[in-house]
């Protein structure tokens, strides 16, 4: 049986995608690597199939006419034969040798865990200094367990797609589908099955390279407000999937509140720096929504530091907000 299926989701790729790809199947045949090649325009399909190719058995070339990024990792869960299931964008790469070691770790289970929790960096465009998303100091290393082991998230602590590899069967018991022709979907893809693991695993090793900087980048600041429509989507719906009652453990509770505060103070702070009347008027239309959709979530987030700071009156108060998050940015590596 194939251990780990890393999908990668694919659009005009080829630029990236020989690199991305080298870089994983040089750990061989327990790893199966799905090439999703979401309608390209460009060579990503005659890259993908050379590379199927070239690793027989371990690369398999997928087309599918364009679905955006959330409808490639939806082929992705529905193809995987792995036992875990990993996303890795074709801009992207990772560290060969941590690969490595997570798959003897994941080999080693007698009962498999349902995430693998790794750390993932930061490569800046134009950098030679990586910062780290690192979760040493918060998950127990080295060891299998549960959510109540797990400490306290700092605003700038949290777990992204390229952090998580969780266990397949578990994203097909949930049947978890993504919206399609939507970015941002990593936060859905994060949030969603996290409120159903029981057991973690977390492997102190830099394993995922996330490369940001470029300025056509979906993580750019000025291609987030262009999209803002699809954030302030994706953010609606973490809102109505948060059930305070629903998740019985406290510090499972406490993880998810953080990741929809800070999803929604992005969202704030980016029609905040768009500063024109619609993005304002946009901006209070998501608190009204949070408000009336899940009161009890309103309350947390309203009164928090960042809530409070995000939404002070008038162009004065957009001014000190947007401040502090030039701040924040700095402090909690809001990308």
Known sequence: MTLLTVAIPSYNASEYLHYCVESLALAGDQLEILIINDGSADKTQEIAESLQAKYPGIVRAIYQDNMGHGGAVNTGMREA???????????????????????????????PVDAF????????????????????EILPEDRIFTWDEVGSFGKG??????????????????????????????????????????????????????????????VNETVMISRIDQQIKVNKILIDSFDMDAIANERCRD?????????????????????????????????????????????KVRRGMLGQIINLYGYPGRKVSNAAYRIARRIYGFN
């Open 81 to 111: 034969k792995g036992t875990y299931f990993k996303v890795v964008d074709s801009d992207d790469w990772v560290d060969t040798r941590a690969l490595l070691k997570i798959l003897e770790t994941l080999e080693s289970f007698v009962e």
């Open 255 to 299: 993880y998810l509140l953080n990741h929809v505060e800070i999803t929604t103070i992005i969202s704030s702070a980016l029609l905040n720096r768009a500063g024109q009347a619609e993005h304002i008027a946009k901006k209070k239309e998501l608190w009204e929504y949070l408000k009336t959709h899940n009161p009890e979530l309103y309350k």
């Open 157 to 218: 602590q949290y777990m992204m797609m390229h952090s998580l590899i969780y266990r397949t069967q578990l994203l097909k018991d949930i049947a978890l589908e993504l919206p399609t022709h939507t970015f941002y979907v990593d936060n859905i893809f994060v949030f969603e099955p996290l409120k159903y693991v029981q057991t973690m695993y977390y492997l102190p090793v830099d394993f995922y390279r996330y490369l940001i900087g470029r300025e056509e980048q979906s």
């Open 117 to 136: 929790i790794t750390n993932f960096v930061y490569e800046k465009e134009g950098k030679s200094r990586k910062a780290v998303m690192r979760y040493d």
